[in-house]
Structures are given as structure tokens and as C-alpha cells.
């Protein structure tokens, strides 16, 4: 195959590569020492505003990509953007609809802060990418041949980006990655000297992730997770308030087989980039400290955002009423023996303390209170008739629950009555979407 033909050219205070060839337009960097017509053709798939220079000043290797570009993910994005604007930023869209209102944004993301210090600022020069396939012309014509069985020109081929992904900030919910298996198009893209760093609340999602995408984990990319206690929302396409201020709290996540050599990987340019970025507030914490963070998250999310939810009601009224409290007591009775057989062996008495029945409820109540007037995001979720994203929360204690020989009924029966109600409002009769809980 013929290689594009690479021209360099000055458009700024900057040097670019621009190639134009049958794959389309490629801006780049020269400063890439490997950048070969391999690569050329690799990039194609590229977006980037033709009147605002992308961010590409150091190595196409550094570039952090997001995929997952919803509230979350345009925060992060946002916010990396702001503190270091050389720094190479990829928005990663699964769908064009999406890739079109960001285009119709100005190919910016657009960040407020309300009051007592409102702010708003606009962040440009994100490289994005499309994962869609291109649909066939006319999917009731064979691809390959006419109906009086001429065979037809062969479909234009579409160049799939193929260059590695070094960090990837993962900010879908859990259940788009439950219901996309994993990865998707961009696994081939990842390695053993990939870092991951998973942003959707509650567990489990790095086991999927191993399963579906890296069973050999000598393949396996370094994981990280995250939790958030920012909030995010948006008013319109690629326009976010950043509501509430709130640590994103960062650790690695160990899975058995992980190899000791890798742990010491704290100045990873990914977490360095992210300490940078001051509207994110990051901390980085020990994997236990993470994992210690993640199951009293998972407590809060499994009895406060469960029960909210099953009862419409916002996170003050569950602790009005002594009925409701006597289900979150119940609750905790199973939940609490299931975190407790998943705390890491190393944590002292004292911390070992907050998992005591007692100490789960002190924790059930504080949260509940200290947002009384709020709505969980599940129960947005059920009232706006998206998929509610409980699997990685009560999905994942009913399996450790079993695993550990453990009783869930109770939380089985949430789990179902959360599910039942999302299927409940779905149309019969639409393919792929018949009730299957995974238990
Ligand atoms: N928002 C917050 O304040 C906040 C705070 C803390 C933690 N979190 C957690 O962060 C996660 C994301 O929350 P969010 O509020 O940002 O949700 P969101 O706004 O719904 O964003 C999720 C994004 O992922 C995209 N997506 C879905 N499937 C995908 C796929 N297969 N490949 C690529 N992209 C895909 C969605 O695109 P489409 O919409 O086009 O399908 C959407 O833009 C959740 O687990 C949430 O609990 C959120």
C-alpha cells in the first residue's frame, strides 16, 4: 500500500505535519521522533478544530484520552486542559450524535462554577475521535453484491486509529461498560504499559474489564481507581457546572495477579497530570486506603442510593421514618458481614472499626444527612428512564455475597425491585432489552 505523503509546515508559533491523502487530513507534531506514513495513516481518525490548535506540544504517547465524555469526563477534561494547555487531551465518542453537538460547541468544553465564586471558563484544542463504525450505505443490500449478483465495488475502507493508548481515563458509568463488554474498539489500543484509570462508582469494573479484555495478565494494563466526590451537571451539550467541590480521591487497584514490579508506579505522568490539576483536588492514596474508600462508598451507594430510590424520596426522608429505618438496619445485616470479608487484611482496629454494624450505620446516617435535600443520581436515573447503574454496586455485593458463602437476600430483592422498575418502563417487544439480572 502506497504511503500518504507527509508535508511539514509552520501554521504558528508551533510546527506541524500536515499530510492530506486519500485517509484524509493529519495535523501532528514533529517533534515525534517514531512518526512514520504508519502513523500518518494512524491519525487520520483525528479530530481537531481547523481554527484552534490542537494540544500537542509534547509526545502523541502522553496524550491522555477520555472515553466516556459525559459530566465526569468533560470535569477531567476540563480541568487537565486548564492547568496544562500543551498538555494532548483526546475525547473519545462512541456515538456521532455526540461528535456532533461537540463539534456545534465550538470543539470546546465550556466549565461554571455557581456562586459564592462564580467562574466560567472554555477550554478548546481537544483532540476527539469517533469509535462508531460507519453504517452501510444500504444495510438491505448485501455489501458484496448487487441483486442480480454483480459483485460491487468494495466498500471504501475507513482507517482505524491504531495508535497506542498509553493513559485512558475511563468516566462511563459502570453499566455502559457492563453492557459494551468491556473495552470495545479501543482494547487492542491498551497493553501491559497502559494505565487505566476507572472513574464509575462502585466495584468490580477492573474484574469485567480483565475478563473481557485482558484474561492474560501479562497483557494487563496497570488499573487505577478513583472515587469522586465532586458533582457535576450539565446544562447543554459540552457546558458544565461543576457543583459541588469534592476530592477525587486516586489509588491503584491490586487484582491477584498483579506483579509486584508495578507497583511503585506513583509518578505516572497520568496521576501527576491529574495532581496538577487543581479544580480536580486529587490525593493519592495506598491501594488498601483505596479499596478501604471504595467499600464504605459502596455501603452508602448500596443502602442510601438503593433506598432513596425504591422509595422516591430524597436522602433526608429515608431517616425520617422509623420504617425505613428499620430496612436500612436489615440492609446492613447483610451488607456489612460482605464488606467485612472484603476489607484488606491489612487495616488496623481502628479502622476496621467504621465496618462494625454500628459503625456502618454512624456512616449510613452521616451520609444520608449531610445531603437530606438530595436526590441520589439513581433515583434521576429511574425518573429520566436510563439504565440504572446498580450492578457494580448491589449486583457486585450479591456476587461476593455467594462467593464468600454469604446471605443476599435482601439485597437481591433491591437489586430486583431497582431493575424491575427501569424494565418495568420499557416498551415490550424491543430486542436486547429483555430483563436479565445477572444473578
Ligand atoms: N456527574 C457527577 O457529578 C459524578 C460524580 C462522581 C462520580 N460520578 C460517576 O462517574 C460516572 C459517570 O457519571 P456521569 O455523570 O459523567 O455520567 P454521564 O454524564 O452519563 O456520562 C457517561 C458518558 O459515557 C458515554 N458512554 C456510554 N457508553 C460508552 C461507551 N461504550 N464508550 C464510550 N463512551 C460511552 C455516554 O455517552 P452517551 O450519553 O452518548 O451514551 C456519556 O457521555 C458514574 O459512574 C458516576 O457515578 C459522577
Known amino acids: 500500500m502506497r504511503a500518504p505523503r507527509c508535508v511539514s509546515l509552520r501554521l504558528s508559533p508551533r510546527t506541524f505535519i500536515l499530510s492530506r491523502g486519500h485517509n484524509g487530513v493529519v495535523i501532528g507534531t514533529i517533534s515525534t521522533p517514531t512518526l512514520t506514513a504508519h502513523r500518518c495513516r494512524a491519525l487520520s481518525s483525528w479530530g481537531a478544530p481547523p481554527d484552534d490548535a490542537p494540544r500537542h506540544e509534547s509526545s502523541p504517547d502522553d496524550t491522555i484520552y477520555i472515553l466516556g465524555v459525559g459530566r465526569l469526563g468533560q470535569l477531567v477534561a476540563h480541568a487537565l486542559a486548564q492547568s496544562k494547555p500543551q498538555l494532548p487531551v483526546a475525547l473519545l465518542f462512541h456515538r456521532r450524535e455526540r461528535v456532533d453537538e461537540f463539534k456545534a460547541a465550538g470543539h470546546a468544553i465550556e466549565c461554571t462554577t455557581p456562586p459564592p465564586h462564580p467562574t466560567t471558563d472554555k477550554q478548546t484544542g481537544f483532540r476527539f475521535e469517533n469509535l462508531q463504525p460507519p453504517p452501510l450505505e444500504d444495510p438491505f443490500i448485501k455489501p458484496w453484491k448487487t441483486q442480480r449478483d454483480r459483485p460491487l465495488p468494495a466498500p471504501p475502507k475507513v482507517p482505524r486509529n491504531l495508535d497506542p493508548i498509553k493513559y485512558l481515563v475511563v468516566a462511563t458509568k459502570a453499566v455502559d461498560l457492563q453492557h459494551a463488554l468491556g473495552l470495545g474498539p479501543i482494547r487492542d489500543r491498551l497493553n501491559h504499559d497502559s494505565t487505566i484509570l476507572f472513574l464509575p462508582h462502585g466495584m468490580g469494573i477492573t474484574d469485567l474489564v480483565s475478563t473481557h479484555d485482558f484474561p492474560d495478565p501479562k497483557l494487563r494494563p496497570t488499573y487505577w481507581a478513583a472515587i469522586c466526590s465532586a458533582s457535576v451537571y450539565s446544562t447543554a451539550p459540552f457546558s458544565i457546572v461543576h457543583a459541588k467541590r469534592g ?185 436486547g432489552l429483555k430483563p436479565k439480572l445477572p444473578m
Open 247 to 431: 476530592p477525587l480521591t486516586v489509588g491503584r487497584v491490586m487484582t491477584p495477579d498483579d506483579d509486584a514490579g508495578r507497583h511503585a508506579q506513583e509518578n505516572n505522568h497520568l496521576i501527576r497530570q491529574l495532581l496538577q490539576a487543581k479544580a480536580l483536588e486529587t490525593t493519592v492514596v495506598s491501594a488498601d486506603e483505596l479499596k478501604e474508600a471504595q467499600l464504605l462508598n459502596l455501603v452508602v451507594e448500596a443502602v442510601v442510593s438503593s433506598l432513596t430510590a425504591i422509595h422516591r424520596c430524597s436522602d433526608g426522608e429515608l431517616l425520617d421514618d422509623p420504617s425505613r429505618l428499620t430496612t436500612i438496619t436489615k440492609l446492613l445485616e447483610e451488607v456489612g458481614p460482605i464488606v467485612r470479608a472484603l476489607l484488606p487484611t491489612s487495616l488496623d482496629d481502628r479502622r476496621r472499626r467504621k465496618f462494625s454494624d454500628a459503625g456502618l450505620m454512624d456512616l449510613v446516617r452521616a451520609a444520608a444527612s449531610s445531603t437530606a435535600k438530595n436526590t441520589s443520581p439513581l433515583l434521576r436515573e429511574l425518573r429520566e428512564g436510563e439504565r440504572p447503574d446498580i450492578d457494580a454496586v448491589c449486583g457486585y455485593l450479591v456476587k461476593q455475597g455467594r462467593i464468600h458463602g454469604l446471605p443476599t437476600t435482601l439485597i437481591r430483592l433491591v437489586y430486583k425491585m431497582i431493575c424491575g422498575e427501569w424494565f418495568g418502563n420499557i416498551p415490550r417487544g424491543i430486542p
